[in-house]
Structures are given as structure tokens and as C-alpha cells.
Nanobody, 126 residues
């Protein structure tokens, strides 16, 4: 049973910082890749950042402000968010993409049929 548990969301003022965490467990089928996605009110879920084999990728809206990292020993992926803006408000989800979905995740596209979502953590910037 694959489980992704996000934490670290909250309410901050513009210019503030938050650090999101996502702990993954239960995936025993080989290599996988992780990314962060968000969904604002009335919007579709969009890719924010993802880790590939050799580098990390970011949406243009967060470049230079957000940083994704991973602690393999803890099966945890992080999203450090600095200089937050009101437009960053939304529910943030981490996604685990299987090896087959790598080519999608590196363009911040998530295939739910070959991956897993966490339950989300709310970020509100005012």
C-alpha cells in the first residue's frame, strides 16, 4: 500500500517562507520519481517542481524562489518555498511517478494512472 503524507503547509504573509515535506512509504516496485503540484481555487492542478535523475525542474512561476530536494534515506521529498506570493496560495500535493512516467514528470506533467498522490497540504499567502 503506497502512502504519501505531506506536511508543512500553513498561512504566511507575502514574502514569507514555508517548507513542505512529503514522506513516501510502501512503494517497493523499483525506481520512482517525485514532484510537487498545486491547485488553486477554481484552477486545475499544475506542476510546481520535480526531481529527475540528474537535476530538478521548476515551473517558471517559482524559479528562483522554490527549491525541491530529497532525502533518500528517509524517502522524503521537500519543497522549500521562499519569497511567497499570494498567487502561490493553493493545495499542494506531492506525487510519486513510477519509472514509466519519468518522461512526463520531467515536464511537470503527472500521469495518475502510473503514479500516486498524497492528500495535500494547504498553503495560504496573504
Amino acid at each position: 500500500h503506497v502512502q504519501l503524507v505531506e506536511s508543512g503547509g500553513g498561512s504566511v504573509q507575502a514574502g514569507g517562507s514555508l517548507r513542505l515535506s512529503c514522506a513516501a512509504s510502501g512503494y517497493t516496485y523499483g525506481r520512482y520519481y517525485m514532484g510537487w503540484f498545486r491547485q488553486g481555487m477554481g484552477n486545475e492542478r499544475e506542476g510546481v517542481a520535480a526531481l529527475t535523475s540528474t537535476t530538478s525542474v521548476y515551473d517558471d512561476s517559482v524559479k528562483g524562489r522554490f527549491r525541491i530536494s530529497q532525502d533518500n534515506s528517509r524517502n522524503t521529498v521537500y519543497l522549500q518555498m521562499d519569497s511567497l506570493k499570494p498567487e502561490d496560495t493553493g493545495m499542494y500535493y506531492c506525487g510519486l511517478q513510477t519509472l514509466v512516467g519519468y518522461c512526463y514528470l520531467r515536464t511537470l506533467v503527472f500521469r495518475p494512472d502510473i503514479g500516486y498522490w498524497g492528500q495535500g497540504t494547504q498553503v495560504t499567502v496573504s
